[in-house]
């Protein structure tokens, strides 16, 4: 009992633990986004690879995050429990040093980055496990989140689609680097029939003798 409540706690206490530090940051304005968000290759800046995911323009852009950031962490440490977190610490790293190196020089914030990687490694896990509860897994991501390729596409003022761009490879990176690691559930199964000798329907050297060796062989009784 207290095992399977500590799990509950985990699912969702650690997304809802990181949304609510989204909201108080926002709110109370701790990570001034002209000082920590991330600018591509400025050495000054470079801290904002860990601090840019926690800063968001307003409310609405905050608000627009919050809901997938939340819905998906409790999905991967619900269903990948034992590569959750290294899964989500790969994303949100790694998304962000490739934006610093080959980003458009700009002031890139916002989780949307870590969004994409985490809707990417849901959606790639399916298809590089290729058992039943992950295919099923990434095909309601593709449903619940298809609209969110058009936020890769170049060129659209006033949001960070390096962010999303690179969010979502590394995502892909993130899922085949871990898919040996077997879930609860995704052992394989031995097959009872593998160690068995063949079968077969005829004799083996069906093809080697003629019909006078045969006859011979029926009168000589072997068989």
């Given at each position: ?125 399916g298809l590089f496990r290729r058992n039943m509860r992950s ?39 993130a899922a085949y680097l871990l898919k040996g690691v077997k ?24 093809f080697e003798k003629t019909l006078e060796e045969r006859e ?8």
């Amino acid at each position: 009992m207290n095992s399977t409540v500590d799990s509950i706690k985990k699912i969702f206490g650690i997304p809802a633990l990181v949304v609510l530090t989204l909201w108080v940051i926002h709110i109370f304005k701790l990570l001034p986004a002209y000082k920590y968000g991330l600018q591509p290759r400025v050495w000054d800046a470079i801290t904002g690879i860990f601090t840019s995911p926690l800063i968001h323009s307003g409310y609405e852009h905050l608000s627009s995050n919050s809901v997938p950031l939340f819905v998906l962490m409790s999905m991967i440490l619900f269903f990948y429990r034992r590569v959750a977190i290294p899964s989500i610490i790969i994303i949100y790293l790694f998304t962000g040093i490739a934006v610093w190196l080959f980003a458009r020089p700009a002031n890139h914030i916002g989780a949307s980055g870590v969004v994409y990687g985490l809707v990417s490694f849901m959606f790639w896990s399916g298809l590089f496990r290729r058992n039943m509860r992950s295919i099923v897994l990434a095909l309601v991501i593709l449903i619940m989140y298809s609209g969110y390729f058009h936020g890769i596409l170049p060129n659209q003022e006033g949001i960070s689609w390096e962010s999303h761009l690179f969010g979502a490879i590394v995502g892909i990176f993130a899922a085949y680097l871990l898919k040996g690691v077997k879930e609860e559930g995704e052992e394989e199964e031995e097959h009872v029939w593998e160690d068995e000798e063949p079968r077969y329907f005829f004799p083996r050297d069906l093809f080697e003798k003629t019909l006078e060796e045969r006859e011979m062989d029926k009168l000589l009784g072997d068989d």
